[in-house]
């Protein structure tokens, strides 16, 4: 199973790539997460990308595409994959596309989670992750339990939610008509409970047991 989740900031790709992993044996690869484990760590690529992250702006195509790279071809993705926050431009859908012809691979769904930009400052705001855990939360919709580590994502202020969604808006949203040309876009309304959505997608999916 080899499935992308494509949708604005706090559209809950993270929340349902969690729960479709989990359902089918498969690894969550976020972009986003590998850069902010990146910067936790200290590495050189991890500070270049917080400077684009903390400005609600896309790290480079270079950077990403390699992390991409490196990331498929580590064993456990050979049996699928759930691809959370990546591709973000055109040029990095074709970089995967190319990516995954080189490994005679295809993809099999392309999902768009959609929800209306009035709801997702709200969403990003109060969302908190546990550190250890890595599972999200949110301190209206999923209140954390009294024993979570609770962290606020630095880019979760509502200046830098404001620029991610308007990179959304002028980037990311090319992707559709790229993906919907290839025979691959489904959408998905995103609106509702988190286990509400979980049901769409897996109806989309085709796997509803
Ligand atoms: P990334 O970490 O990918 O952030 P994002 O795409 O902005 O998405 P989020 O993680 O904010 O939200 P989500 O859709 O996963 O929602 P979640 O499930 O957490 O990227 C961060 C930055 O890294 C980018 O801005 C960029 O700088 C850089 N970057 C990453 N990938 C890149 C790439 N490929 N190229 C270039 N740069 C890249 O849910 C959000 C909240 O809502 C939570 O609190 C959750 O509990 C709650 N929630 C979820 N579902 C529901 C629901 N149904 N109802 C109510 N609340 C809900």
């Known amino acids: 199973m080899r499935i992308i989740l494509i949708g604005p900031p706090a559209s809950g790709k993270g929340t349902q790539a969690k729960v479709l992993c989990d359902r089918f044996a498969v690894p969550q690869v976020s972009t986003g997460d590998m850069l902010r484990a990146a910067k936790a760590a200290g590495t050189a690529l991890g500070l270049k990308a917080a ?75 109060l969302r908190r992750t546990d550190k250890r855990t890595g599972q999200i939360y949110h301190l209206k919709y999923n209140p954390p339990p009294p024993e979570a580590d609770l962290e606020h994502r630095a880019d979760d202020r509502e200046e830098t939610v404001l620029a991610r969604l308007d990179t959304y808006e002028n980037m990311t949203a090319a992707l559709l008509p790229h993906y919907e040309a290839l025979g691959l876009l489904r959408k998905v309304d995103g609106v509702g409970k988190p286990s509400e959505i979980t049901d769409r997608l897996l109806a989309v999916l085709g796997n509803i047991g």
């Open 51 to 125: 400077a684009f992250m903390q400005a609600g702006q896309l790290v480079p195509d270079e950077v990403v595409i390699g992390l991409i790279d490196e990331r498929l071809g580590q064993g456990d993705a050979s049996k699928g994959f759930v691809l959370d926050g990546f591709p973000r431009t055109v040029p990095q859908a074709e970089a995967l596309g190319r990516l995954l012809d080189g490994r005679g691979l295809k993809l099999d769904h392309v999902i768009q989670i959609d929800v209306p930009r009035a709801l997702l400052v709200e969403r990003a705001v």
